[in-house]
C-alpha cells in the first residue's frame, strides 16, 4: 500500500494519510444530510437520494484516490445541487429525471473536454474574475435559499422578500446553529457543519420537531432513483443551456478546488502547473456521470478536502480512507434521515459565507474585472438562476472589455458563452 501511493516519496505516513482521510470525511460528511433534503423538494425518494449521495461520494472519492493520487474528495456540489433542485426542477418545471439527465449528459461532455485537451482552452480562457464572481454568485444563491428555509427571510408581495418572525422555535434553533458551526469553525474543529447540525436538530427535540427513529439501519433502497434519467429529455433544445451551465460550474468548480488544494498540499509544480491533471479531471467527470446514474446532482470535488490536507494528507491514500467512510455512512440513514429542515438550512449559510471570500480575491482596482464579477455574483440570487447570473456576467465581461478598448482581453469562451446567452435571453 505505501509503495502504490507513494507515500515516502510524499514525506507522509499510513497514519497520517488515514487521520487526514478522517478529517476530510467528518469536515464534509454534512451533505449525506443536506443533499437529500434539497433533493427531496423535486419529488425524489428521500432515502434513494441518501444512498445516491453516500455511495457517489464513496465510489468517486475512492476512484480519485486510486486513478490520480490525490487527497481530494468528491461529493454532490453545494449549488449545484441548488441548481438542480429550486432553479431547473422548481423554476423550470422540468422532472427530475430530466434535470438528472442534464447532469449525465453534462459529465460525459466533461468526460470528453478532458480526454481531449480542450480544458486547458476552456480554464484558461475564462478570466479569474468571472471565476470568482461565479464562486461567490453560487455562495449568494445558497444563502438567499438558507435564509429562507431559517425564517430570517420570507416572500412579500410588496418587496419581493422581507424579514421573517424571528420569534418562532424554528427560527431561534436555526440561528442557534449557525452560531454553534462559526464558533466551531473559527476554532478549526473539522465537524463544525455537522456538529451544529446535530445539536440544532438534538434542541428541537423538546419542541416536537425533531423526531428520531433510531442510528443504525440497513440502507433504504435505491430503486426509486437508480438509472431514472431522461436523456432524450435532457437533449431537448430547452434543456441544453442547462446541460451547459451544469458542465460550466463542475468545470470551474473542479480547476479552482484543484489549484486551491494541490497548492496547499505543496502538489503544484514550480510553473503553476497542476500534475496528474487529466487523471483528476477524469475522476472528477466519472463522478458526476456516475452520481446521474445513482440518483444525484453533479458530483464534484469538495474544497473542504483541504481539511485533510491541513491534517497531513498528501496521497490517494487520504481519499481512499475518506470514500470508505461515505460508504460506511450508508448505515446511519435513520439518523441522517431524521435531521429537519431548519437544522440543516444553517448549514446552507454557512457554506455561502465561505464562498463568498472568493470575492476578496477580485482585482477591485480595474472596473473592467470588478463590474463583471459583481454582476455576475450579485445576478444569480437576484434572478434565482445560476445559468442566467453566468450569462449576465459574460455579457457584461465582454460589452465592457470592448468599450473600454480592451476586446483582446475576452477570451475566445467568453465570447462563445456571451453570444449563446445573449441569444437565449432575447428568445425567452
Known amino acids: 500500500m ?6 515516502r516519496d510524499a514525506g507522509t505516513t499510513v497514519r497520517t494519510e488515514l487521520l487526514a482521510g478522517l478529517t476530510t470525511w467528518l469536515a464534509m460528511v454534512y451533505i449525506v444530510v443536506v443533499n437529500p433534503d434539497i433533493l427531496a ?3 425524489m425518494d428521500h432515502g434513494a437520494a441518501f444512498v445516491a449521495t453516500c455511495l457517489g461520494a464513496g465510489i468517486a472519492t475512492i476512484a480519485m484516490g486510486l486513478y490520480a493520487n490525490y487527497p481530494l474528495a468528491l461529493a454532490p456540489g453545494m449549488g449545484l445541487n441548488a441548481y438542480f433542485a429550486f432553479a431547473v426542477v422548481g423554476g423550470l418545471g422540468l422532472s427530475w429525471q430530466v434535470a438528472l439527465g442534464a447532469v449525465f449528459l453534462s459529465g460525459l461532455l466533461f468526460l470528453a473536454v478532458s480526454l481531449l485537451h480542450v480544458r486547458e482552452w476552456l ?5 479569474m474574475s468571472l471565476k470568482l464572481g461565479i464562486g461567490a454568485g453560487i455562495g449568494f444563491f445558497l444563502a438567499l435559499i438558507g435564509l429562507e428555509n431559517m425564517g430570517i427571510v420570507a416572500a412579500s408581495p410588496a418587496t419581493l422578500v422581507t424579514l421573517g418572525h424571528l420569534g418562532t422555535p424554528r427560527t431561534l434553533l436555526a440561528c442557534g446553529g449557525f452560531v454553534i458551526m462559526a464558533a466551531l469553525a ?3 474543529v473539522a465537524a463544525a457543519v455537522l456538529i451544529g447540525m446535530l445539536a440544532t436538530a438534538a434542541a428541537g427535540i423538546p419542541f416536537g420537531l425533531t423526531t428520531f427513529t433510531g442510528i443504525v439501519s440497513a440502507p433504504p433502497s435505491l430503486a426509486p432513483t437508480f438509472l431514472q434519467m431522461d436523456i432524450g429529455g435532457a437533449l431537448s433544445l430547452g434543456a441544453a443551456s442547462i446541460v451547459l451551465t451544469f458542465f460550466l460550474v463542475d468545470v470551474l468548480d473542479n480547476a479552482g478546488t484543484l489549484i486551491a488544494t494541490t497548492h496547499r498540499a505543496g502538489l503544484m509544480r514550480p510553473d503553476g502547473t497542476v500534475p496528474r491533471l487529466q487523471q483528476a479531471l477524469t475522476a472528477d467527470s466519472g463522478g458526476a456521470i456516475l452520481g446521474a446514474a445513482l ?5 464534484t470535488s ?10 497531513g494528507g498528501r496521497t490517494g491514500l487520504a481519499a481512499v480512507v475518506t470514500g470508505v467512510l461515505f460508504l460506511a455512512t450508508l448505515f446511519f440513514a435513520p439518523l441522517a ?3 429537519p429542515g431548519f437544522a440543516t438550512a444553517p448549514a446552507l449559510v454557512f457554506v455561502a459565507c465561505l464562498m463568498a471570500r472568493a470575492l476578496r480575491d477580485v482585482n477591485w482596482d480595474d472596473m473592467t474585472d ?5 454582476a455576475t455574483a450579485i445576478a444569480m440570487p437576484f434572478t434565482f438562476s445560476i445559468a442566467a447570473g453566468i450569462g449576465i456576467g459574460f455579457i457584461v465581461h465582454a460589452v465592457v472589455k470592448t468599450l473600454a478598448g480592451r476586446p483582446g482581453e475576452v477570451g475566445g469562451a467568453v465570447w462563445l458563452i456571451a453570444a449563446a446567452s445573449g441569444a437565449k435571453f432575447a428568445l425567452q
Not at 302 to 311: F, K, L, N, R, T
Request: proline share 5%; glycine share 12%.
Open 2 to 7: 505505501a509503495f502504490s501511493f507513494g507515500l
Open 41 to 43: 423538494t423535486t419529488g
Open 123 to 127: 480554464i484558461n480562457t475564462i478570466p
Open 186 to 188: 473559527a476554532r478549526g
Open 295 to 299: 440518483g444525484t446532482s453533479t458530483v
Open 302 to 311: 469538495y474544497i473542504e478536502s483541504a481539511a485533510g490536507i491541513q491534517a
Open 337 to 339: 434521515t431524521a435531521i
Open 370 to 374: 470588478y463590474l463583471p464579477a459583481v
